[in-house]
């Protein structure tokens, strides 16, 4: 059980790295083509990423019984 669950946390740990910084990336080319260099879209980009990831975290954390497809196919 305790690597059922830190496979989890690592897989909400690089989700919440990727989903926030590319939400931080797309949100400062916003900001740069479109919003005159304000920093308000880099900032929104960045929290829409962290709260997506924090949301697939917790609907993760929520299911312990649920298995991802490459999991199955190790197990057969």
Same mark, same amino acid.
């Given at each position: 059980?305790?690597d ?13 790295a990727?989903?926030?910084?590319? +939400?931080l &990336?797309?949100?400062? *080319?916003? =900001?740069f083509l479109?919003?005159? #260099?304000h920093?308000w879209?880099?900032?929104? $980009?960045? +929290?829409? &990423?962290?709260g997506m *990831?924090? =949301?697939n975290?917790?609907?993760? #954390? ?6 991802? $497809?490459h ?6």
């Amino acid at each position: 059980m305790a690597d059922a669950s830190g496979i989890k946390w690592d897989r909400c740990l690089a989700d919440t790295a990727v989903k926030t910084v590319t +939400g931080l &990336g797309v949100g400062m *080319a916003f =900001s740069f083509l479109v919003f005159k #260099r304000h920093a308000w879209p880099a900032s929104l $980009g960045a +929290g829409l &990423g962290f709260g997506m *990831a924090y =949301s697939n975290c917790q609907h993760d #954390r929520r299911l312990p019984h649920l298995l991802h $497809g490459h999991m199955v196919k190790d197990q057969q």
